[in-house]
């Protein structure tokens, strides 16, 4: 009994026992990387941000204070709390130099050339003393432009100094001062304002009227130059990047993911109320609704406050610095005349064009936001076109008693004449090599322009968040050429059947992130974008450095969608737990010849599907503006195929890795499509279990790579790869008997494996077409 006691004392001390191997990283330096505290909100030192790019294997010590210099760091003892616990293996990253430069006060003063570099000779010697690991950075850059744009460097020779002690004493160094300079110009003049504390006054408790800190960070800076420190750390030949973490995506790390600054607002509220809006569904309350944006601008900004009740009004202009809330339990109800709506420009499908104003227009604006737990109606019965096929006999009926226009062959139903009109005129409202079309053409067909819900063009740090969207006459939420914008926990829901009805369309966006939200729509739910043919290939600004995740799609053309407008190009998404129910496609990525445009770097990982009716993940540049799904009495045909010259029209989709996937029934499981002048490149699928019709159908494609996939198809044919080089089959699992698993065709096909697979409930492994050698393809 005494041995078993003994045996637990044991196990329960060795439980709670420290961990001994624990390395711990040592942060010294001024204000630029310090802690802290609430009352400071929203200033951040990258050492605050630093911790959360390591695994649990590291614990982080942030010593730095504001205000401290080499010189009062060791004068105050701070540098002997540091040393005294360095123990074998530990990390020291010292930066310091902003404060050294302060020449009158003889408390921080330590000259660059003197006492700086013997206090930072101190540093490493004592640390490499205990056995620790010096690292030492160059001082972090100020925000400071010339009145020509051009950036000043304020650091005299601290940096050198840096450089040299660590040359001297062979000392791993990370030059911050290069890389916080790169990134505050790449940012811009103004842009760069989003990294350190530019706010207006009213906004924080801690400044009243207002701040413009150039030294120290946003919450965005700190993230920013964090992630430089670690990219430092990731160029050095250190083990200390060993513990980095890396994040769910394939081959990459949590620092390396998009970041994005996020709006602020004063804490004055402004209630429409008060300025004679009426919630009795009758009054058409536009100029009421304007005048408290107005006011509310003109005040330096706050909330605009839509109240419980039912709102009706015309289109609204949203202003910088305004968050437009709607109250939980108010509806915005958007009006149905078309008279309320002029005609503007602005673009359609990724092309300048005239449409109505949207519903809620904005143009050029900094620091805006929707939010609320309310919902906003855009009324879009009223604009839309109907197809026959997609109206039961009943509805059909009904619709076409309520008044409108019926199409010749009875297939189509228009809301008037003119919608009828526009439809049936190529291009309407399109500016085409700057041709504009006159305003009486345009009035002659002015209800087929109808707007998409919420237009928000070349507006910076937005913030969409919480309210629900619905019955929107074209694209529900279309932020284009927007930068730091996020959209938080929305809702959409539009009519199955509703055309051109996306739920979001990012086009020509910079960084930001899709969380929490829920699709259910007539076309595509999570859309990127990017500009349609020359016009779009002429703006040349892609989509990029944005997270998406935790949302789900209901009905929709597509899941999570990239295309067809994407001539501009798209890159460096970042996609994970998701759930697409009932959509056309799952992932639906799609182009067309005379495009253009690069789509790459494409991350995606946690997606889960059912019912899709068709492809759970598809590559396609045949896209021609058709239903994913045909129609009764149409087909999705593969087009005659013939190789065309390259050109700047020639669309390109590369370097896609994707994981982590289960499909619970679809009509084909992958479906790649390429062109034959330009095949579709680095496909990587890992770790997908669908259940579908068909499994895989590659053709022109090149670098295909599917790992640990299994495909539960009702084809007895398995995989179809066409005119496609260099694809790996590895580990591919499969259901009952098949009459072949892997069939190749034509005479392009090239260096195709199987790799690992249990072939033994197929009657033929590998079938080759005709114009296919047996080298072509390999078994192992």
């Given amino acids: 009994m005494k041995s078993l006691l003994r045996i637990l004392f044991l196990v329960a001390m060795t439980a709670f026992r420290p961990a001994t ?63 005294s616990q360095v123990k074998k293996g530990d990390w020291v990253l010292i930066q310091f130099g902003h404060n050294d430069q302060k020449v009158a006060d003889t408390t921080r003063s330590a000259p660059a050339q003197t006492l700086y570099r013997q206090n930072l000779i101190k540093f490493v010697n004592e640390t490499r003393a205990k056995g620790g690991n010096p690292l030492l950075i160059t001082p972090v850059m100020r925000r ?12 005299g020779d601290y940096p050198q100094v840096v450089k040299e002690v660590a040359k001297e004493l062979k000392v791993p160094i990370i030059d911050l001062h290069t890389k916080s300079q790169k990134a505050i110009e790449k940012h811009g003049v103004e842009g760069s304002k989003l990294l350190f504390l530019h706010y207006p006054k009213g906004v924080f408790p801690r400044s009243p009227e207002g701040i413009e800190d150039n030294t120290h960070f946003s919450g965005y800076g700190a993230a920013v130059m964090a992630s430089l420190v670690l990219e430092g750390i990731m160029e050095l030949p250190i083990d200390l990047k060993s513990f980095v973490k890396k994040s769910i995506f394939t081959n990459k790390y949590e620092y390396e993911l998009p970041k994005y600054a996020t709006p602020y607002f004063r804490k004055d509220t402004f209630n429409i109320a008060r300025y004679g809006a009426k919630a009795d569904g009758i009054t058409v309350n536009t100029k009421a609704i304007q005048q408290t944006i107005d006011v509310c601008h003109a005040a330096g900004g706050g909330t605009v406050m839509i109240p419980t009740g039912l709102w009706l009004t015309g289109p609204i202009v949203l202003k910088n610095n305004v968050n437009l809330h709607i109250a939980k339990n108010a509806l915005l109800q958007f009006s ?66 309520s008044g409108g226009v019926v199409s010749e062959k009875g297939d189509m139903w228009y809301p008037s004449e003119q919608s ?170 799609k182009t067309a010849r005379g495009r253009g445009g690069v789509v790459e770097n494409i991350y995606v990982t946690d997606v889960n599907m059912t019912e899709i009716p068709g492809e759970a993940v598809l590559f396609d540049m045949y896209y021609a503006a058709k239903d994913p799904v045909p129609l009764e009495g149409e087909f999705n045909e593969l087009p005659t195929i013939k190789a065309e010259p390259l050109g700047e029209g020639t669309p390109q989709f590369k370097d896609f890795y994707i994981k982590n996937i289960v499909c619970k029934g679809a009509e084909t499981a992958i479906l790649v499509r390429g ?106």
């Fill in 675 to 780: 062109l034959p002048e330009m095949s579709i490149k680095n496909i990587n699928i890992e770790n997908a279990m669908i259940e579908a019709n068909k499994g895989l159908v590659c053709v022109e494609g090149e670098n295909i790579n599917l790992k640990n996939v299994t495909l539960l198809t009702k084809d007895k044919t398995v995989m179809q790869v066409q005119n496609s080089k260099n694809v790996t089959l590895d580990g591919i699992k499969y259901g009952t008997e098949k009459d072949v698993l892997l069939k190749v065709m034509g005479n392009r096909s090239e260096n195709v494996r199987l790799l690992h697979t249990d072939a033994t409930q197929a009657k033929k492994e590998i079938e080759l077409g005709v114009g296919v050698k047996n080298k072509t393809v390999s078994k192992k």
């Fill in 21 to 83: 191997n624990q390395l711990t990283i040592f942060l010294c330096g001024d204000s630029t990387l310090a802690d802290k505290l609430p009352a400071n909100f929203p200033e951040k030192g990258w050492g605050m941000v630093f911790p959360s790019y390591f695994n649990e294997a590291v614990q982080v010590q942030n010593h730095a204070v504001n205000g401290r210099s080499t010189k009062s760091f060791i004068t105050e003892g701070r540098w002997q709390k540091v040393i």
């Fill in 144 to 155: 400071k432009f010339d009145e020509n744009g051009v950036f000043v460097d304020q650091h």
């Fill in 336 to 401: 149905r005349n078309h008279d309320d709506y002029p005609i503007v420009i602005t673009t359609w499908e990724g092309q300048e064009s005239y449409r109505c104003q949207a519903p809620i227009w904005g143009v050029d604006l900094t620091n805006i936001a929707i939010t609320g737990e309310g919902v906003l109606d855009g009324g879009g019965e009223v604009w839309r076109a109907i197809k026959r096929d997609k109206q039961t006999n009943a509805q059909w009926a009904a619709l076409v008693k």
């Fill in 420 to 589: 009828k009109k526009g439809n049936n005129t190529p291009n309407a409202g399109r500016i085409l090599n700057g041709v504009h079309p006159s305003q009486e053409e345009l009035a002659s067909y002015k209800d087929f322009l109808r707007p998409n819900m919420v237009s928000l063009t070349r507006c910076k740090n937005v913030l969409i968040e919480g309210v629900t969207f619905q019955n929107s006459p074209a694209w529900t939420l279309h932020p284009l050429l927007c930068e730091h914008l996020s959209v938080r926990n929305v809702n959409v829901k539009n009519h199955w059947y509703a055309q051109n009805s996306d739920a979001i369309d990012l086009e020509s966006c910079r960084n930001g992130i899709l969380e929490g939200c829920t699709f259910d729509t007539g076309d595509d739910g999570i859309t990127i974008k990017s500009g349609r043919d020359e016009q779009g290939r002429k703006r040349g600004i892609p989509t990029e450095n944005f997270i998406i995740r935790d949302c789900k799609v209901y009905h929709a053309h597509g899941g999570f969608v990239i295309g067809s407008e994407m001539s501009g190009g798209v890159r460096n998404l970042f996609v994970s737990n998701c759930t697409f129910m009932g959509s056309d496609v799952g992932l639906r990525f």
